[in-house]
């Protein structure tokens, strides 16, 4: 079954504009990180946030563990913001005997100016 | 020393080639992965070093060879390609297993 969901999977937004993004995981987490992918295929660490709220500068992310959801907030978004973002969970591998980073699918976000 | 440095950055090479793809840190991280993109898909795993030894295989063709001379340096040999391996090639490291990654920027790979 899917273990990482995320939410929506395109978002398209006017520069200055407020947003969202969500990921759903399936079992109890340990590790669990935000990741932007820039239209150069780098994936860049948001945030390493297993529980609790972090912020920098105009992003902030929330975790809550018991819930098994994270949310990453963008304000004020720029063009610069456009890229993939990941939710990636620490999650047990389908056989049980070991733990692996999961990705979710991602969302596109498109800042147009 | 903040970075994982991935070389090179691009690679094309033909099916009877044999390539190796490189990946090194400084952060004194333990752990180290190979992660494979198709285009508009997440990251896939494909090697966990843990410690300087493979502790996962995700049932990788063997046409991928890792190998973890130590404990900064991962490489990633290829040998006998096939087209639908061209992807980006992602390194990543971390202090130990399961805490956080930091990312390569990749080698973006084209089999020919």
């Known amino acids: 079954g899917i273990q990482v969901e995320q939410s929506p999977p395109d978002l398209i937004l006017q520069e200055g504009a407020n947003s969202t993004l969500r990921c759903n995981f399936s079992?109890?987490?340990?590790?669990l990180q935000w990741f932007h992918q820039n239209p150069w295929g780098q994936l860049i660490n948001l945030f390493y946030?297993?529980?609790g709220t972090k912020q920098n500068g105009r992003l902030s992310a929330t975790t809550v563990a018991t819930e098994r959801y994270s949310l990453l907030y963008i304000s004020s978004s720029q063009t610069t913001d456009s890229g993939v973002y990941f939710c990636?969970?620490?999650?047990?591998?389908?056989?049980?005997?070991?733990?692996?980073?999961?990705f979710g699918k991602g969302t596109l976000l498109t800042v147009n100016p | 020393d903040t970075e994982v440095t991935q070389t090179p950055k691009h690679l094309v090479m033909g099916m009877t080639n044999k390539k190796s793809l490189k990946c090194e840190q400084h952060m004194g991280h333990r752990a180290m992965y190979w992660y494979k993109q198709k285009a508009k898909k997440p990251p896939e795993l494909m090697f966990v070093?843990?410690?300087?030894?493979?502790?996962i295989n995700e049932s990788v063709p063997s046409r991928f060879s890792p190998e973890c001379p130590n404990s900064s340096l991962l490489n990633l040999h290829l040998h006998a390609l096939q087209p639908e391996d061209s992807a980006l090639y992602l390194c990543a490291s971390s202090r130990n297993r399961g805490y956080g990654y930091t990312f390569g920027s990749g080698t973006r790979l084209t089999v020919v």
């Open positions: 990636a969970v620490w999650l047990r591998n389908s056989g049980g005997s070991n733990y692996k980073l999961t």
């Open positions: 079992d109890s987490v340990n590790n």
């Open positions: 070093y843990s410690y300087e030894k493979l502790s």
């Open positions: 946030i297993p529980s």
